[in-house]
């Protein structure tokens, strides 16, 4: 009777992948694991200043790596450095990683992951100073999940800002449901272009002179002024304006131009607009609503546009879920010391009632939070291990910690609103009260220097 091995899954050709490299770099090769769109792995070995490789081990390592991925090991399984025309290009790539697991051996292992979309999931970093050394604050505001309050949330929390003396900016990136550019500033106030406009005229030169925002009519006290950046704008009268065609091309990566680099530069440029304006002055704080879910939009924004992200999310499933999914990818592409500081999370619509209390639906949050951080994002204590600066593992009381959440608490006065039509709801006893905590934690996170939360 014959047998038959189950097939190899996806999920199972990565570790077996990395197995199987750090069994080569042990041999005192280094090694570049590589994953193509598809994902299919591929070692490239270099075998050159005196590595040599011989016929036996070249064909042990085909016949493990074929053996053990199956469908999922390349049509070229092992590649020789010193048979490649410019191995340097890919061993020296600024996109391959470390091994995330930090293994030691006499050779090395880097991982290059190539993939259709999401790679920027992967680079992380943090906007620099301006030209003449200031700071301008970027907060990413996401959602795993939509319908959480997130952008009502945002408008709430720029007028605080504003109203605190600060120029704030807010760019709508929820460009497949625009929302933040209508509830700040009124459909008949936006200006004629928006985000989607700079995206598709920048990737053909054609960005230059595009209206991209407004100041709104909102007048903050203590000199402060709110600006948006919508997604849509009003467009040219007597033009249609053809927003779905627009957006079904803003994604696209073209040659000298891919959509992250022309993503930063249309907030880059709206940045610009408003220190180009009457007031002359940069935005001192510029809030990015994000699109919610795994997307690409989200990916820039939390990833090289903020230097804060506030995750919003309920206590459920569904959430823990998705941020385990997104905190995982994070921690395998080697990023989690890169991106677990510059988070935190925010709960959003706590209930508040004799039948729901806040402290416990916060305290069910928080170990969940914890749970997923922990696991994920934060560093591994041994077992016996005391308290280590060189370590990153905050306990789960610890208030400034990233899994900590902010609250919002749910208001039924919201649900169904039509902030559009009912105006200076922002100042209605029930949403300031919904929004005290959020708004008084959240300000000094977000006006802080990246580094110095938490101090």
């Not at 570790?15 to 199987?20: E, H, L, Q, V, W």
């Not at 999931?121 to 959480?148: C, I, M, N, Q």
């Not at 919508?230 to 627009?246: C, F, I």
Request: proline residues 6%.
């Amino acid at each position: 009777m014959t047998s038959h091995r189950p097939p190899v899954r996806f999920d199972e050709a990565r570790p077996a992948a990395f197995d199987i490299a750090r069994s080569v770099a042990e041999q005192g090769f280094d090694v570049l694991l590589v994953r193509d769109v598809l994902g299919r792995f591929s070692l490239i070995v270099d075998d050159r200043d005196g590595k040599e490789a011989d016929s036996r081990q070249q064909e042990r390592w085909r016949t493990d790596l074929v053996e053990r991925l199956h469908r999922y090991g390349a049509d070229q399984p092992v590649i020789l450095a010193s048979k490649m025309f410019s191995a340097d290009a890919l061993l020296n790539s600024p996109r391959a990683v470390p091994d995330p697991a930090g293994c030691t051996s006499t050779g090395t292992v880097h991982f290059l992951d190539n993939t259709v979309v999401g790679e920027d999931w992967a680079k992380v970093s943090t906007p620099a100073t301006e030209a003449d050394g200031t700071r301008t604050h970027r907060t990413a505001l996401y959602g795993f999940k939509g319908g959480v309050g997130r952008t009502t949330a945002t408008a709430m929390l720029a007028r605080h800002l504003a109203d605190a003396g600060n120029i704030v900016l807010v760019v709508d990136l929820d460009l497949e449901s625009p929302g933040a550019g209508p509830l700040l500033a009124g459909e008949d106030q936006l200006p004629r272009n928006g985000i989607v406009d700079h995206l598709v005229e920048a990737a053909v030169g054609n960005a230059e002179g595009l209206e991209l925002v407004t100041r709104t009519d909102y007048s903050p006290r203590n000199r402060g002024e709110l600006w948006v950046a919508p997604a849509r704008g009003q467009g040219t009268e007597g033009v249609p304006y053809a927003y779905v065609d627009k957006l079904n091309r803003v994604y696209a990566d073209i040659p000298g131009s891919s959509f992250a680099d022309r993503l930063a530069g249309a907030v880059q440029a709206c940045e610009d607009a408003v220190a180009r304006s009457d007031s002359e002055r940069r935005p001192d704080v510029v809030l990015l609503d994000s699109r919610a879910g795994i997307h690409d939009v989200a990916a820039v924004t939390i990833s090289r546009l903020c230097d804060l992200a506030l995750l919003f999310g309920a206590d459920n499933d569904q959430t823990w879920a998705g941020y385990r999914d997104l905190f995982t990818a994070w921690q395998t592409s080697g990023q989690a010391t890169l991106i677990r500081e510059k988070l935190r999370m925010v709960a959003s619509m706590v209930p508040d009632s004799v039948h729901h209390s806040m402290d416990t639906y916060l305290d069910s949050f928080r170990t969940r939070s914890h749970d997923c951080f922990s696991t994920t994002l934060y560093d591994e204590v041994a077992a016996g291990d005391g308290p280590s600066s060189a370590v990153f593992a905050p306990v789960e009381t610890e208030e400034a910690a990233p899994h900590n959440p902010i609250p919002i608490l749910f208001e039924p006065g919201l649900v169904g609103m039509d902030a559009l039509s009912s105006p200076g709801w922002q100042d209605r006893a029930f949403v300031q009260a919904a929004y005290r905590d959020f708004l008084a934690t959240a300000t000094p996170l977000v006006t802080a220097d990246p580094g110095g939360r938490g101090e």
